[in-house]
């Protein structure tokens, strides 16, 4: 355990400055002045610069679209415009095979020569500057991003607009961040203020970037950090209406109210996307792992997944490109039967092989797609509904489950359609989807590439018990005292015979002829005194501390160890607020961990019985 006291020249030591008498302690506030929350008003400071990354974001999204939109019309049909067109309609041929083969070969030179952190999802990437970069992204990885996913996307790529966005909006947002004098956790909000802004300026879903910010980005549900991540999502959402129009992004005319039989059905819709969500992560990281075996650089390995959408797009031009058009055919139910069967197989065969070969897109439209056309064949097999209906629960369940953020997915779905009548039944297939694939997988899509690099992501939220529990709970109160007169080698004589009551004490208060509390002797200050030359004459409250750090009952257990590790020590007495000097109880690591210990059987110990027959433990 660390000491305070391995400083010889600790005002305690022998041969230090002489024994003083102080106490660090909390400041003494009333006892009702623990809060539901821990923000401040550093909130403001926060959602101030929220505001001009939704406004950069909304910009930037704006500048994506634009450019995709460019390089189709260029690649696929010789003008340069603007004007949001599918590749499906190109009349090359053969010919079109070669385009998402030059996309791939630019895609590659980028990563090799630019970066290679632009290579991916977004969401991974986005993932990984969170948890080992402290929230900092390269400038050049804003403006590679964005540019090598158009370049992907327009030459046919069968991905969304979803995955870079969310990585350069969060790149825009860690850059803003950067200018400041802002801590990890502030560059994080802001990192992710972006991500989210960028995905409700693309998509008009303001209500699920938010929440696709808390399932999948934050780590946490704290204030500090939602509300800045709402502003930036309110402000980029407001600015799509002028720069690229209102949504719903894919109206639909709305169902009537569903039955009973309806959500019984959707379980089984869930389901099957549920293990479709299985297969589809399985299927991408089999291709990624075929591409590492190949004698070649990974520079070209676009090149080779630029192949397999172009041969795909010869097949089936629907899986080119991000596939909006397909997306409304899907929802207004105008695709169903073989075409179903055609374009859920190929989309998902090709997305694979260009995803594992470590382009740059998204996966959120691709998921859209195949969950759609998987619902939708099996709307043929369904007595109720319409292929539209199932084409929209079982995406919202693909998406659910693949990316396993199923209230994500629902919100997001509603907002795209704007057919609330359905929420009841996409609530039910994206959790049962979630369900599934949580207990068939270790890891979801996103986290999976995570965890190939080395790090590991839990993707559950809980209180931590030293948010909730008093120090008062778990303190030693049985504290073992010995007095301020007795000598080190009185002390180190009754360790030395075993003496049960300071066995294994790597601490041990000390208290005057009254019994309050005057200081407190450690294992390290007992040794060193020992060996310091007339030591074992000393008095244990010379050889020990006088200026302690207390604890008070009455507080949380956080801030006890937050000021055991400010001050790096491992032990605390505990004091009476009003009275520093009456000792109360004692907490070491025992103490700490009996917070731990109490999750641990909620979690794992099983009982039965009334209340009667367990109370509560005496707090």
Avoid at 99 to 122: C, F, N, Q, T
């Amino acid at each position: 355990m660390t000491e305070i006291d391995e400083d010889p020249s600790h005002p305690t030591r022998p041969g230090g400055r002489g024994p003083t008498t102080a106490t660090t302690a909390p400041p003494l506030l009333p006892r009702d002045e623990l809060a539901d929350f821990s923000t401040d008003r550093r909130v403001l400071v926060l959602s101030g610069m929220a505001v001009a990354i939704g406004v950069a974001a909304a910009l930037v999204a704006y500048a994506l679209v634009w450019l995709i939109a460019v390089i189709t019309n260029l690649a696929y049909y010789q003008t340069f415009s603007s004007h949001f067109v599918s590749p499906a309609g190109n009349r090359l041929g053969f010919w079109a095979v070669l385009i998402p083969v030059v996309g791939g070969l630019v895609i590659g030179l980028m990563a090799r020569y630019g970066s290679e952190k632009i290579r991916g999802h977004g969401i991974p990437e986005a993932l990984e500057a969170i948890l080992i970069g402290r929230s900092r992204v390269e400038p050049r990885v804003a403006v590679l991003k964005p540019i090598s996913s158009a370049i992907s996307i327009g030459t046919g790529g069968p991905f969304g607009a979803e995955g870079p966005i969310i990585m350069t909006g969060g790149a825009v947002g860690s850059l803003i961040a950067q200018l400041f004098h802002l801590s990890s956790a502030e560059r994080k909000t802001l990192l992710v203020a972006g991500a989210a802004a960028g995905m409700a300026a693309i998509f008009a879903t303001p209500l699920a970037a938010v929440l696709l910010a808390v399932e999948l980005l934050l780590f946490e549900w704290k204030p500090r950090s939602f509300i800045p991540v709402a502003v930036a999502s309110v402000i980029a959402a407001v600015l799509r209406v002028p720069l690229l129009g209102a949504g719903p992004i894919f109206p639909v005319p709305g169902h009537a109210p569903l039955g009973v039989g309806t959500l019984a059905i959707a379980v089984a819709v869930g389901l099957a996307a549920g293990l479709a969500s299985g297969l589809l992560t399985t299927l991408v990281y089999a291709f990624e792992d075929l591409f590492t075996k190949l004698p070649v650089h990974w520079m070209w390995w676009p090149i080779l997944g630029g192949l397999a959408v172009g041969l795909g797009g010869l097949l089936d031009p629907r899986v080119l490109g991000v596939g909006y058009d397909t997306i409304q055919d899907l929802l207004a139910g105008h695709l169903a039967g073989f075409s179903a069967v055609s374009l859920l197989i190929l989309k998902a065969v090709v997305w694979s092989v260009a995803l594992g070969s470590g382009t740059s897109g998204g996966v959120l439209a691709p998921l859209l797609i195949m969950g759609g056309a998987l619902g939708a064949l099996e709307s043929s097999l369904i007595p109720v509904g319409d292929a539209g209906l199932w084409a929209t629960v079982s995406m919202a369940a693909m998406m659910g489950g693949t990316m396993r953020s199923p209230l994500t997915a629902i919100l997001f779905t509603v907002e795209l359609t704007h057919d609330w009548n359905l929420l009841p039944a996409l609530l039910v297939g994206a959790v049962v989807a979630h369900g599934a694939t949580v207990l068939l997988l270790r890891r979801s899509i996103l986290t999976e590439k995570v965890a190939r690099h080395g790090h590991h992501l839990v993707r559950e939220y809980s209180v931590d018990p030293f948010e909730v529990h008093r120090v008062g709970e778990v303190m030693d109160r049985g504290v073992v005292t010995i007095p301020a007169t007795m000598t080190v080698a009185d002390l180190s004589a009754r360790i030395a015979a075993g003496d049960p009551a300071l066995t294994g004490r790597q601490g041990i208060p000390i208290v005057d002829e009254g019994g309050e509390l005057v200081g407190i002797i450690t294992r390290s200050d007992l040794m060193r005194a020992m060996e310091a030359e007339g030591g074992r004459e000393a008095t244990v409250l010379a050889a020990g501390t006088r200026d302690l750090v207390v604890g008070y009952p009455d507080e949380l257990i956080r801030d006890a160890v937050s000021r055991m590790l400010g001050h790096d020590i491992g032990r605390l007495p505990i004091v009476d607020r009003h009275d520093h000097r009456r000792l109360l109880g004692y907490l070491g690591r025992a103490g700490v961990m009996r917070a731990r210990v109490r999750i641990y059987e909620e979690e794992n110990l099983r009982e039965r019985g009334s209340a009667k027959e367990h109370p509560e433990p005496h707090q």
